[in-house]
């Protein structure tokens, strides 16, 4: 079963604009992670956020996290065509190395 | 670093027969995972294996599923009587215990159709 869940589903913007997506999630977590993924292709690892960490940035992404609600949000700012992909947060727990995956946010940028 | 690779990238069998899919860590990776993702949905995972010995394996693998780690370097993942609900992207990622966050990086996956 999948512990997190992204929302929304889907997600189209403009080139320029900032796209955020939330991940909610069931179970107290070790970390966070998002990656991307580009049609039919494999996974790219994008942040990790700790649980004892609230926010974290990286170049054009801002990563969230509220223990206390069990939600994370990742927000793209100033996106680029080469954005369009789908995002999936995954969750890590402590003393257990697999990930569990949520079904993912698909975000189309129109030029 | 040449990443983790997969093959074959696709395949496509028929019902009923054995295939077999090789994932190469990225080198002195000890730990290597194998998941399952299918159309519209994230990951699921199947079994992780720390240097060649497999510690966990998920109830999605059956007994049709069989994954070795023979020296602790690359991996294979084994499905005997392939069914079509065995079709998805087989996805294998690779991470190492000296990365206090032991992210995970994934290779291209190996796309299975059966027909």
């Known amino acids: 079963s999948q512990q997190g869940e992204e929302d929304p589903q889907a997600l189209s913007i403009q080139e320029g604009e900032n796209a955020t997506m939330n991940c909610s999630y069931k179970?107290?977590?070790?970390?966070l992670q998002w990656y991307r993924q580009n049609s039919g292709r494999g996974l790219v690892h994008l942040i990790l956020?700790?649980?004892?960490?609230r926010e974290k940035h990286s170049g054009r992404l801002r990563v969230t996290l509220d223990t206390s609600k069990k939600s994370s949000s990742l927000l793209i700012t100033a996106s680029r065509a080469a954005d369009t992909a789908s995002y999936f947060c995954?969750?890590?727990?402590?003393?257990?190395?697999?990930?569990?995956f949520g079904a993912g946010t698909t975000v189309t940028v129109r030029a | 670093d040449t990443g983790v690779s997969q093959n074959p990238r696709h395949k496509i069998t028929k019902r009923g027969q054995n295939v077999t899919f090789r994932c190469d860590p990225i080198?002195?990776?000890?730990?290597l995972y194998w998941y399952r993702q299918t159309l519209g949905q994230g990951p699921e995972f199947l079994t992780y294996?720390?240097?060649?010995?497999?510690?966990?394996k998920s109830r999605l693998l059956s007994d049709r599923f069989s994954a070795e780690r023979p020296k602790g370097s690359f991996s294979t993942l084994e499905i005997q009587r392939t069914e079509q609900g065995d079709s998805a992207m087989y996805l294998c990622?690779?991470?190492?215990?000296?990365?206090?966050?032991?992210?995970?990086?994934f290779g291209p996956g190996t796309r299975l159709t059966v027909l």
């Open positions: 179970t107290s977590i070790n970390n």
């Open positions: 294996f720390q240097n060649e010995a497999q510690l966990e």
């Open positions: 080198s002195e990776h000890n730990r």
């Open positions: 990622a690779s991470s190492s215990y000296q990365d206090r966050t032991d992210t995970q990086y």
């Open positions: 995954a969750t890590g727990l402590t003393n257990d190395y697999k990930l569990s």
């Open positions: 956020i700790r649980s004892n960490e």
